[in-house]
């Protein structure tokens, strides 16, 4: 169990994390999600104990990370950073690890072999590939077989089948009771392994909140209709106790109502239509909304409506 | 645009069981729970300076030194300068542990340095928090290091020394002079390693802080070089005494000065001057964020 409260971390005036007060329970994945930015590997490097923060506190099953005696069996961390020493075989890599934590050095085979590098473990670090890097840290971080794991952007750089491989591992990993916390940037990424999801954006905490909460609050399904006498179509619409909103390339969206309900609405009022179709806004696009928003909040409070998530997204680019 | 989402497995935490004597929740490891101390960690450092190429590098290029170039002085004396006039013949190790004073420099800041360059410091500092036990243990297992191997090669130079000079009017040398060239220098070469490393903890970048090392070495000298003015003879003159070639020298009893730090003195300054150092760079990593 890590438990984060009020952890804050500034940087002269910039504010990396704000504020934080959460906390990753056993048993189940936890995903921990933002734009690139957000404070993620700064909230992670906290929790370790690499970071001091600005205020608030972090614990380990209750203990602070510089006092666990033998952390390696308590948290096992593969960090953004692959912290190798280019020259260092991986062998060589995770005994001295081991030895560190007292941990006896079969261990340093059984993880080469549960991550797949057996046939490398002799070769220097420097001639791996993003893969194989990826594989090494996750070693280091199962190398104490410890109860809780964290992962900072596992699947980066990773090919389909390392990707699978690592979304394995880390249910496995839960299944078994272990605490699991893993960062990404990909809401997609996320809904595939994560059973909650804690989200922030510019260090602030916008969401923790079950994955399938999630999933059911924020995926707008909506249906899709174009046609060419779309004024029309728009009084039919009205009058039928529907709210119809602009798509912005000629197409209405529908919210609260199924495909076949407007078809035989139009069909009716005998409009032509060129497209129905049932739609739903992918998690992705309401995450860049959740964490949009949150942007949007700071830059100009009160600026209207907000605009289509995808939009907005790009506009807090070039705005910020 | 419209990916649906995938179905989702339940969210609520299944009931795991405690663990015994633990209020946490959770999985329970069957590895042996050791409590850690120095000596994990020193075993640690000592696997990680013995599995870097550098490390064989640096050493292999200082015995390649001190032996190579007191070989070269032995020969040189031995074929030119038949009378030695009284001289210890030890004398004749200095040029060769100068030189090779560079490599334990080098191997000295790579010990931390390098850690920060390749981001293995994180991986380190997660496995043991206790940020003076890393660099207690890292300072130990190098000053060893470069201790044996300097003494090893102090000595077998001082030998080979007395046995090429022998019959040239050199003087046999006496058992303190005996501990001062070999056990001393080796001390005192050891310290400076130990110095460099706390230098390269401080400033965290491998060619930045083997500069400051090797200009510390080499400025004072230079500097006081070209101090011609009168009014600034007696900063030349400290600059020329402490400097740490001179230091060295001492050693071998042939002092570019008469006046200064003589006998054992370099040892406790250079002693002084690494504690202090070392007391720096622990502050700074407990207060310093990896």
Redo the contacts between chains.
């Keep these: 169990m890590i438990e984060l409260e009020g952890l804050t971390k500034r940087y002269g005036e910039k504010v990396a994390v704000n504020n934080l007060t959460f906390t990753v329970r056993p048993g189940i994945v936890t995903g921990f999600l933002g734009p690139n930015g957000a404070g993620k590997s700064t909230t992670m490097r906290m929790i370790l104990g690499l970071d001091h923060p600005t205020a608030g506190d972090v614990r380990i099953d209750g203990t602070h990370y510089h006092r666990l005696k033998n952390p390696l069996t308590y948290i096992g961390a593969l960090l953004e950073a692959k912290g190798v020493h280019p020259g260092r075989s991986a062998y060589n890599h995770l005994l001295c690890l081991a030895q560190s934590n007292g941990i006896p050095p079969r261990r340093v085979h059984e993880v080469l072999d549960a991550v797949g590098l057996t046939a490398v473990a002799r070769k220097k670090a420097k001639g791996f590939s993003l893969g194989m890097g990826q594989r090494l840290g996750i070693a280091a971080a199962l190398l104490g077989d410890p109860r809780i794991l964290m992962f900072d952007e596992p699947v980066n750089g990773l090919d389909p089948e390392g990707i699978h491989w690592i979304r394995t591992l880390m249910k496995s990993l839960a299944a078994q009771g272990r605490t699991v916390f893993v960062s990404s940037h990909l809401m997609s990424e996320m809904a595939l392994t994560a059973d909650h999801l804690v989200v922030i954006g510019q260090g602030r905490l916008l969401a923790d909140t079950s994955m399938a909460d999630f999933i059911e609050r924020n995926s707008r399904s909506y249906v899709r209709v174009r046609s060419p006498q779309r004024e029309r179509l728009l009084d039919v619409l009205h009058g039928g106790g529907m709210t119809a909103a602009e798509s912005g390339d000629g197409a209405l969206e529908v919210d609260g109502s199924t495909a076949e309900a407007i078809g035989e609405l139009a069909a009716r009022h005998q409009l032509t239509l060129h497209e129905l179709s049932p739609q739903q806004a992918s998690l992705e696009e309401a995450f860049m909304q959740l964490t949009a928003e949150s942007v949007e909040y700071h830059a100009h409070t009160g600026a209207g409506t907000p605009a289509p998530p995808q939009q907005q997204w790009g506009a807090s680019w070039t705005k910020g | 645009?419209?990916?649906?989402?995938?179905p989702?497995?339940?969210?609520?935490?299944?009931d795991?069981?405690a663990?015994p004597n633990?209020?946490?929740?959770?999985?329970?490891?069957?590895?042996p729970?050791?409590?850690?101390h120095l000596g994990?960690?020193l075993?640690?450092?000592w696997?990680?300076i013995k599995?870097?190429?550098?490390t064989m590098w640096t050493l292999g290029v200082f015995v390649l030194l001190v032996v190579g170039i007191g070989l070269l002085t032995g020969a040189v004396v031995a074929s030119s300068d038949p009378d030695l006039g009284g001289e210890s013949p030890l004398s004749l190790g200095f040029f060769g542990l100068l030189l090779g004073a560079m490599c334990i420099i080098t191997l000295g800041v790579l010990t931390t340095a390098?850690?920060y360059g390749?981001?293995?410091?994180?991986?380190?500092?997660?496995?043991?928090?206790?940020r003076g036990r890393v660099l207690a243990a890292k300072a130990l297992v190098f000053f060893l290091i470069a201790f044996v191997v300097t003494l090893v090669c102090a000595t077998l130079i001082g030998f080979l020394h007395v046995a090429m000079l022998e019959g040239y009017n050199a003087k046999d040398p006496s058992g303190e002079e005996w501990l001062k060239g070999t056990v001393g220098v080796s001390l005192y070469l050891a310290l400076l390693g130990t110095l460099s490393l706390a230098i390269g903890s401080v400033v965290r970048h491998s060619a930045g802080a083997i500069t400051i090392m090797i200009g510390a070495v080499l400025a004072p000298l230079v500097i006081a070089l070209f101090m011609f003015s009168s009014s600034l003879q007696d900063v030349q003159q400290a600059l020329f005494e402490y400097s740490i070639p001179n230091q060295m020298s001492i050693f071998y009893a042939n002092s570019l000065t008469e006046s200064g730090p003589s006998g054992w003195d370099p040892l406790w300054i250079m002693l002084v001057v690494t504690g202090a150092a070392l007391g720096g760079a622990f502050a700074l990593l407990e207060k310093r964020?990896?």
């Excluded at chain 2, 645009?1 to 995938?6: A, D, F, I």
């Excluded at chain 2, 729970?33 to 850690?36: E, G, M, N």
């Excluded at chain 2, 599995?51 to 550098?54: A, G, K, M």
């Design positions: 645009m419209s990916t649906p989402p995938p989702m497995p339940q969210s609520a935490a299944p795991w069981q663990a633990s209020p946490y929740p959770g999985y329970t490891s069957p590895i729970v050791v409590r850690t994990h960690a075993t640690s450092e696997t990680k599995s870097v190429r550098s390098s850690e390749t981001g293995m410091i994180r991986t380190t500092m997660v496995a043991c928090p206790s964020d990896v």
